[in-house]
Nanobody
Framework: QVQLVESGGGLVQAGGSLRLSCAASGRTFSSYAMGWFRQAPGKEREFVVTINPSGSSTYYADSVKGRFTISRDNAKNTVYLQMNSLKPEDTAVYYC?????????????WGQGTQVTVSS
């Protein structure tokens, strides 16, 4: 089992940047694929990006490709999401998730979420 805590959300102007962090508990962090998802008001939660356990492979949603970068530090049990060139449509609650399988859906473990608001 793994517990996840996100941080780094906030209010930023369009074109700006934010870096989200997700700290994981447990000694098996390096065995989990990690993902970021987001949910905007009135919309379903959507996949943003995932990274495999070693960090050697990533997969991005088209909507964030070229603007967002996921990375992980297995020594620190932490995954990051660097968000650049932010747009108002990126406004959402961002969730960190962990899963035994490297995939874009059906993650087993979730954080509580952190709000990201992009003003125009």
């Amino acid at each position: 089992q793994v517990q996840l805590v996100e941080s780094g959300g906030g209010l930023v102007q369009a074109g700006g940047s934010l870096r989200l962090s997700c700290a994981a508990s447990g000694r098996t962090f390096s065995s989990y694929a990690m993902g970021w998802f987001r949910q905007a008001p009135g919309k379903e939660r959507e996949f943003v990006v995932t990274i495999n356990p070693s960090g050697s492979s990533t997969y991005y949603a088209d909507s964030v490709k070229g603007r967002f970068t996921i990375s992980r530090d297995n020594a620190k049990n932490t995954v990051y999401l660097q968000m650049n060139s932010l747009k108002p449509e990126d406004t959402a609650v961002y969730y960190c998730a962990a899963n035994e399988v490297y995939t874009t859906r059906n993650y087993h473990y979730w954080g509580q979420g952190t709000q990201v608001t992009v003003s125009s």
